[in-house]
């Protein structure tokens, strides 16, 4: 038995579609087995709410009268880009504060508006015939931007690695806090719920699926940066695979209970990004990678004390072991915490689920695959040539 | 020996006096300042941690009171904005008693009774929803 995705969206529509979480997909598996669970489920949703830092946000603010150019641009003191047309602007979630650049950022910037307060436009340019006025200073809400608009260029990765702390001193990270001599271990992945990791070649997952982001409903427009396949693969067949996507969404259906800013000690700013991906249940071969669990995904432990290009691997772990809160790391049990929201994540994949079966969200067949690359170059620096 | 948390509101002509040297000198107290607002000549506002024999404490406590320092007993506890967790997990990371915890729900749960005061998740928690709260001993 085959399903297409034209056969799913007439079950959607007619409100005959069976649609389970991946968690709930392998609980089915447990209980009656791999084939009947198959036979019955049409789409598993799965989801992720976690640090995503190559996030933001393009804004338009219309026009002024005597027109401006806006060169340079900040809202709420946060610099945003004044490289695009005249009242375009692309704000970055990390970008920090002119004032307090490790608290709050572009990310705080971007929830804000969500949340339908007010922000401060600062916009400044040297004047010209066509757009004279040199300063613009207003304050705006979500309501009044003619588009803004979320674009991802990195999210959801496939699998990111374990942080621990090989050093001596203690470290902060975007992986968090990280205690000297390898006496904790932090993660961040929702495991058997994630997206990219339960359809692990990219089968249903390329430019055009609609997918959950923040809230509403967005797509998926292009292979995320630094996006990589196979970056590991160990002597029992096991791979670990880096890919991720780069994401589109409207700003205004947004809710900020799943977009959120994050900031990290001694790193600075993140925007924590709730993303749901429906998967529709294609084939087996789908199927068992959707139904895979935390016992049978891994992921590697990664030494940050050292701050270079290639972070020393320190062996794999899977992510039932990383979930229990303890794991066994050079000879000793070592605490383990989490980073992305599982509790978020559950939230958003049931949320998905209740759409889909009050046929509110449809399945989309991509329009093409996102590529994935078997490697990401490293940038050579002047200094490396002499 | 005994730990207590103590708000001293010092009247502005209080300020220019050493009054905490005594505490250490007279009545043998160690202390920590948590936090301190003090000028000369305005009015003074100090929170700090003695530790010493009760006796002691209790001896030291009545010296400022007898200086003119208003003094309240304080206990400090931390403060967990369940409305604006998002139950990442980040501030167990850092926890060492187990006070913050997530449950088999995967949901951020705080036990107070557990909860040593060491700070440390205030700064861990990426979403900044916990705070240290500054509250009277009855």
Known sequence: ?386 | MKTTKLRLLFPSDLTAKPLTYHLVKDFDLVYNIFQAHIKPGMKGDLIIEVIGRESNIEKGINFLVESGVIVEILTKSINLDEDGCVHCGACTAVCPSGALYLDKDAKLCFDNSKCIVCELCVEACPARVIKVNFSENS
Not at chain 1, 38 to 55: K, L, N
Not at chain 1, 69 to 75: K, S, V
Not at chain 1, 116 to 126: I, P, Q, R, T
Not at chain 1, 342 to 362: D, G, N, P, V
Request: charged share 20%; glycine share 8%.
């Open chain 1, 1 to 386: 038995m085959i399903r297409t995705y034209e056969e799913i969206n007439e079950k959607i529509k007619s409100g005959n579609v069976v649609v389970f979480t991946a968690e709930e997909a392998i609980a089915m598996c447990r209980e009656q087995g791999h084939k009947k669970a198959y036979e019955q489920i049409d789409v598993v949703t799965c989801a992720t709410f976690g640090m995503m830092c190559s996030s933001g946000a393009f804004l338009n603010f219309g026009h002024t009268d005597k027109r401006i150019r806006m060169a340079e641009i900040t809202l709420n003191n946060v610099p945003a880009s004044g490289g695009l047309a005249a009242v375009d602007t692309y704000i970055g979630a990390t970008q920090g504060s002119l004032d307090r650049p490790m608290t709050y950022g572009g990310a705080h910037v971007i929830e804000a508006l969500i949340r339908g307060e007010k922000v401060d436009l600062h916009a400044k340019s040297y004047g010209t015939d066509a757009y004279p006025r040199k300063e613009a200073i207003a304050e705006i809400t979500l309501e009044d931007l003619n588009q803004a608009y979320m674009y991802n260029p990195r999210n959801c990765y496939q699998n990111y690695s374990a942080a621990t702390n090989v050093g001596e001193r203690t470290l902060h990270t975007y992986m968090g806090t990280l205690f000297p001599d390898c006496a904790n271990v932090n993660y961040s992945t929702s495991g058997e719920l994630s997206p990219l990791l339960k359809d692990p070649d990219m089968r249903t997952i390329g430019m055009g699926t609609r997918i959950f982001l923040g809230g509403a409903q967005g797509y998926v427009t292009w292979q995320g940066t630094q996006s990589v396949k196979n970056v590991t693969e160990y002597e029992d067949g096991v791979n670990f695979s880096g890919g991720t996507i780069a994401v589109i969404g409207d700003l205004k259906k947004m809710s900020s209970r799943y977009i959120r800013a994050a900031v990290m000690k001694n790193y600075g700013i993140s925007l924590y990004v709730g993303i749901g991906i429906p998967i529709p249940v294609l084939d087996e071969d789908l199927f068992a990678d959707l139904t895979r669990t935390n016992e049978e995904l891994y992921t590697n432990f990664i030494d940050y004390s050292t701050g270079g290009l290639k972070m020393p691997q320190l062996g794999r772990v899977s992510y039932a072991q990383l979930r229990s809160g303890r794991v066994e790391l050079n000879g000793k049990t070592v605490p383990t915490a989490p980073l992305s929201s599982l509790y978020m994540a559950r939230e958003i994949a049931q949320l998905l689920k209740y759409s889909i079966a009050k046929a509110e969200f449809s399945l989309t067949q991509p329009i093409k695959e996102v590529e994935m690359f078997s490697e990401f170059k490293s940038l050579k620096l002047k200094e490396d040539e002499k």
